[in-house]
């Protein structure tokens, strides 16, 4: 009797049973949601890493994937080079007209290289041809001439003063120098002009054709 009483009623055996069968199965279940917890984030990881994220635009940021798509950068050849320079400078911006006063000749290089000269009328005594540095401002084929004293324009055709082209680099606003042509093409060679500078038809219809909008026209002495 006395050890079935103790046995049952010792405080220690009944504190003993009732922890044991609080504890375990609360901790089993915390360590159960952990290892959910922990099974579903390595899922997440592998399912991340094997899957490249897009952006808003739908490309790919994954780093893997924009290393392989950039194009590779090479250098361009002699060549290419020499193509697109041919392609975006003109002609014309390899010319350059010097006009020598004392000669009385207008000489076109290339390249820095002579090409051909033209004999030229420049502006007499008062009207001198300007000096300096200067680019082709307008390019007029049958321009109309207007009178500087009585205002009267006379239109294009074997009597007007400009002959078939017009060439102008030079203005102060309101006044214009140019090359251009005559029909008194036996002024060419003298200093007859108002500044301008006169050309024969022939040489001034050449000329129009190798200069362009900005081409440099240096006057000298």
Known sequence: MNLKASNFFSPNCVNSNQNNIFFNPFHLVILLNLG????????????NALTPIKNQSGVSTKSTDLIETQPQIKSKSIIRKKALNELYIKPNEKIHLV?????????????????????????????????????????IPNPSWKHPFTGEIIPPGP???????????????????????????????????????????????????????GTTVVVEP
């Open 36 to 47: 959910t917890v922990i099974i579903f984030n390595l899922i997440q990881q592998q399912a």
């Open 99 to 139: 006009i020598k006063l004392s000669d009385r000749r207008v000489y076109v290089y290339q390249n820095d290289q002579l090409k051909t000269s033209y004999p030229i009328a420049i502006g007499r005594e008062g009207w001198e041809t300007p000096t300096g540095i200067h680019k082709v401002i307008q390019k």
């Open 159 to 213: 009597e007007n003063p400009l002959g078939e082209r017009w060439i102008g680099f030079w203005t102060d606003g309101t006044n214009y120098i140019g090359f251009h042509g005559t029909p008194k093409e036996e002024t060419v060679g003298q200093a007859a002009s108002h500044g301008c500078v006169r050309m024969l038809n022939q040489d001034v219809l050449a000329l129009f054709e190798k200069v362009g909008i």
